[in-house]
């Protein structure tokens, strides 16, 4: 069985030059420029009224369905529920977690719409395919509607224990959501554990009878392990060119023969930025002999600005950044460039390739495709070294990066210094080895085992049920 893929997020990512979008947009866009489809979300625009029409573009084999979305609705559904509340407890930030009911009704009345907006694009034989925690009821509700074709659900963010979890006053109703899917997807086998064990303690034992299903509601639900991965060899390609890119010939002529660490993030606090500030000032008073030697620049484009936990993460960078120059630069030498902007995404990895190391030193991680980006935009005779957070998804995958534990700040200055005097050798056998990882895992293994997993449950329901 093969019908058209259509896959579902709120943020969709019609190509562009401007700006690199996130993980969830790199990969997914990726996939659909593989297998072609429809990609349906939200437009990135906000309306005072009932939102207009959905529009619909082609791009390169794939169709975009985007709508806009009314503002109040919106602004309770994204940063209210999915922002306020479950990004913080899927990434345990418990004390940045507030529940308020309201937000909830709200994330139920977007899916509704966007559920809505979608039933009208579907033809017989899809296959639908939901990404992130935004979207957990969505399969419940289009079922309601008789909807009945294969429906998978991929998260993209970590999924918490189920101690964490369920300070979360509706998390059997998420739960429960989440069985209306046909698979389940997660990104490493912690998540996937979490997972089942929450089910467990709310369905009991025989919920979770079988490695590799759940069954709740007379429903079997297949669940797996999915990482996600990158397209490498585009990578490699935007890397490589885009060393000739005026902007990445300026940016490594201003670096002026320095070693350069970098960073790239979208300025959010489970990305462990501060904690990796404060491991490079210890780093440089460890070290003096680094002084005007080493420099440190954090890409960090701005992300969910208007919520206050954002605007608090932001007032501490700045301070910290203010601080480590203060303390350290001289007049021909500043140790830290701190960059609250986006670029595209060929220019970033031409800044990674011209990297000597780069810091992915999240305090939480579903993934962090950065991670991957990094190894695949070196290269192979010169290449950086990747000092990854154990607490990445990816760390479970790139066992041969140097790990740190984002929170002990001496240990991850020393491992600043031991990547920056890192031997050839020992860089090219540890990129040849990163980079056996990543191709096993790219981007194409991704979707197709999710989608070959979406078309095997699929293909065990009657032919006449699949359509409403
Ligand atoms: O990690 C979850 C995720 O969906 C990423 O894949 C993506 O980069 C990020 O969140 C995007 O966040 P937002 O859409 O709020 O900017």
């Avoid at 985007?66 to 109040?72: A, G, K, S």
């Avoid at 559904?77 to 009911?101: I, K, Q, S």
């Avoid at 950065?370 to 290449?383: C, L």
């Avoid at 999710?450 to 078309?455: P, Q």
Wanted: with cysteine; hydrophobic share 40%.
């Amino acid at each position: 069985m093969s019908g058209r893929l259509v896959a579902i997020s709120n943020r969709v990512s019609i190509p562009r030059k401007s700006a690199a979008p996130g993980g969830l947009a790199v990969g997914l866009l990726a996939a659909m420029r593989s297998r072609g489809g429809l990609w349906f979300g939200w437009s990135g625009d906000l309306t005072e009224d009932e939102p207009g029409e959905t529009d619909v573009v082609k791009r390169a084999g794939v169709t975009y369905a985007i709508t806009d979305m009314r503002r109040e609705l919106f602004e309770h559904y994204y940063y209210g529920f999915a922002n306020g509340m479950l990004w913080p407890l899927f990434h345990y930030f418990l004390e940045t977690f507030r529940y308020r009911d309201g937000y909830y009704d709200a994330y139920l009345e977007a899916n509704r719409f966007l559920a809505g907006r979608l039933q009208a694009l579907l033809e017989p034989g899809d296959l639908l395919w939901m990404h992130d925690y935004h979207l957990i009821p969505m399969a419940r509700l289009l079922r309601e509607e008789r909807v009945a074709g294969p429906m998978g659900f991929f998260l993209h963010t970590p999924f918490p224990h189920y101690e964490v979890l369920r300070a979360l006053p509706v998390y059997a109703e998420l739960l429960r959501d989440l069985c209306a899917y046909d698979v389940v997807g997660f990104q490493t086998a912690n998540d996937l554990n979490s997972f089942r064990d929450s089910i467990q303690y709310v369905w009991g034992e025989g919920a979770v009878r079988d490695e590799k299903s759940v069954f709740v509601d007379g429903r079997r639900v297949r669940v797996g392990v999915f990482p996600i991965g990158v397209e490498i060899e585009s990578i490699r390609a935007e890397s490589e060119s885009s060393q000739a890119s005026e902007q990445v010939k300026r940016m490594v002529r201003s670096v002026g023969g320095r070693k350069l660490v970098i960073g790239v993030d979208r300025l959010d606090y489970s990305k462990g930025m501060v904690e990796r500030f404060d491991a490079f000032q210890r780093f440089l008073e460890a070290s003096p002999d680094s002084h005007g030697k080493v420099t440190f620049m954090q890409i960090a484009p701005l992300s969910r600005a208007d919520m206050r936990s954002y605007e608090s993460i932001r007032e501490q960078l700045e301070g910290l950044a203010g601080r480590i120059n203060g303390q350290f630069a001289d007049t021909d030498w500043t140790p830290l460039r701190y960059l609250n902007r986006n670029f595209s995404h060929d220019i970033l990895m031409g800044f990674m390739r011209a990297a000597h190391v780069c810091m992915v030193t999240p305090v939480r991680d579903g993934m962090n495709l950065v991670a991957k980006e990094f190894i695949a935009a070196q290269d192979p005779r010169d290449p950086g070294v990747l000092i990854l957070s154990t607490l990445a998804g990816a760390a479970r995958e790139l066992t041969n990066a140097l790990q740190v534990n984002p929170y002990d700040t001496r240990g991850v200055a020393q491992t600043i210094q031991t990547a920056l005097s890192m031997p050839l050798s020992e860089r090219r056998q540890r990129h040849r080895s990163l980079m056996e990882v990543i191709r096993r895992n790219d981007i194409h293994a991704w979707h197709g085992n999710f989608v070959a997993e979406l078309e095997a449950a699929g293909s065990k329901q009657p032919r006449a049920a699949r359509r409403k």
